[in-house]
């Protein structure tokens, strides 16, 4: 068997996918679980919300964690945790067991986040470390976009417990995967947990701080459009499966715009100036799929522009850290992008139930892309020496 870096690449695009796809299994089904199981839209959201949750505690020490035990190990219970919370999900009518499965699922998917970062840095660096980097990230859209496809059929064929035990399935598949076909490069060992320390400045704190609050509030704005869109065009004459599969084209482009959009900011020179400019037109073209204005066109247009921004706002906290600061500071980066998309998601359901209009939490979307608008211009202000003026040019 070939066991070159862009086989493994595969390999962990493919189990990092399984993630994606449970992540959406509640997403997908929003409306389902609403009349099946008699859950108003924030409880919706708050089970959306809940697998991302662990993250906030599990992020900064589950790199001390695979330090200790190996990448390798770290993914393993990961993936068995997914599976384990996935069959609890599929099992169960109580919202209180609903919600423990997805916490456990989280769990272990926030694990599984962590332990593939590095097992793709392993691999890639020195090489080509952002292109595999940015291959790994475009297997969250993917297994979404798989999702929303494939979840809302097997819901109405099997009832909507076979989308979890699918779930499920997926995680212990990709642990399998990765058992039989991934392999360390040569020299990657564990080794003995290292002293922890925060080491950051006073200015990296405030750097990573904001760019973790720009990354998960802008995955917010992304998450509030895959999980209700389809509820909205549901209202429109769309059958739910008609409207998850033209929801589902947003993740299809996103594998090729998120790459798409880091080239471009870097080529422009001028990064934050582009970021800030795809931002806005993110936020325009999202807003306007609140309207019933050539819907197909709007969303087609929406799907070009969303993924333009994500390429450079994941690559705000590499630019701000010190390299003996980065492990911390990336633990950092992540608790505040669990934190973000534990808590916020659960607002877009509530936006919906309150106002009582389908179109809320697309309108709770664009909003969340005009505050990363904010973080970014911060951000570009912070590194520019606070001279807010100069924070969107070279």
């Known amino acids: 068997?070939?066991?070159?870096?862009?086989?493994?690449?595969?390999?962990?695009?493919?189990?990092?996918?399984?993630?994606?796809?449970?992540?959406?299994?509640?997403?997908?089904?929003?409306?389902?679980?609403?009349?099946?199981?008699?859950?108003?839209?924030?409880?919706?959201?708050?089970?959306?919300?809940?697998?991302?949750?662990?993250?906030?505690?599990?992020?900064?020490?589950?790199?001390?964690?695979?330090?200790?035990?190996?990448?390798?190990?770290?993914?393993?219970?990961?993936?068995?945790?997914?599976?384990?919370?996935?069959?609890?999900?599929?099992?169960?009518?109580?919202?209180?067991?609903?919600?423990?499965?997805?916490?456990?699922?989280?769990?272990?998917?926030?694990?599984?986040?962590?332990?593939?970062?590095?097992?793709?840095?392993?691999?890639?660096?020195?090489?080509?470390?952002?292109?595999?980097?940015?291959?790994?990230?475009?297997?969250?859209?993917?297994?979404i976009a798989l999702a929303l496809v494939g979840f809302v059929p097997l819901a109405s064929a099997y009832g909507w417990p076979a989308v979890m035990h699918a779930g499920a399935a997926f995680a212990l598949a990709s642990l399998a995967l990765i058992a039989a076909a991934y392999r360390n490069p040569p020299g990657v060992a564990a080794t003995d947990v290292p002293r922890l320390e925060l080491n950051l400045t006073s200015r990296e704190w405030l750097l990573v701080l904001i760019a973790g609050g720009a990354w998960g509030i802008f995955n917010v704005a992304y998450i509030s459009i895959v999980s209700f869109t389809p509820g909205l065009y549901a209202t429109r004459g769309y059958s739910l499966a008609q409207a998850s599969g033209l929801v589902s084209v947003l993740g299809w482009s996103l594998i090729v715009t998120i790459p798409l959009g880091g080239y471009l900011a870097e080529a422009s020179r001028r990064p934050y100036a582009t970021t800030a400019a795809a931002l806005v037109l993110a936020a325009a073209s999202t807003a306007m799929l609140a309207t019933n204005i050539a819907p197909l066109v709007v969303f087609a247009v929406a799907a070009l522009l969303i993924g333009l921004p994500a390429g450079p706002l994941m690559a705000m906290p590499a630019q701000a850290l010190r390299a003996e600061s980065r492990a911390p500071g990336m633990g950092v980066f992540y608790t505040c992008y669990y934190a973000a998309m534990a808590l916020l998601p659960g607002l877009a359901g509530m936006a919906r139930d309150v106002t009582g209009n389908p179109a809320a939490p697309v309108l709770f979307a664009a909003t969340m892309m005009l505050l990363t608008l904010i973080c970014v211009v911060s951000f570009a202000a912070v590194m520019r020496g606070g001279k807010v003026a100069a924070a969107l040019v070279p």
Do not use: H
């Not at 399984?18 to 099946?36: E, K, Y």
């Not at 949750?53 to 790199?63: D, E, F, N, Q, Y």
């Not at 769990?107 to 793709?120: E, I, Q, R, S």
């Open 1 to 143: 068997m070939i066991r070159s870096r862009w086989f493994m690449l595969i390999v962990l695009f493919l189990a990092r996918t399984a993630m994606a796809v449970q992540f959406q299994s509640v997403g997908s089904l929003g409306p389902i679980l609403a009349q099946d199981l008699a859950l108003d839209y924030a409880a919706i959201g708050t089970l959306i919300g809940l697998y991302m949750l662990p993250g906030v505690v599990i992020a900064l020490p589950g790199g001390v964690l695979m330090q200790r035990f190996g990448a390798t190990t770290i993914a393993f219970v990961g993936l068995a945790a997914m599976a384990a919370g996935g069959m609890l999900m599929g099992t169960t009518t109580s919202f209180a067991l609903l919600a423990a499965g997805r916490l456990v699922s989280g769990t272990g998917a926030v694990l599984l986040n962590v332990a593939l970062t590095k097992m793709t840095a392993d691999w890639f660096v020195g090489r080509e470390i952002v292109t595999a980097m940015s291959i790994l990230i475009a297997s969250w859209p993917f297994g």
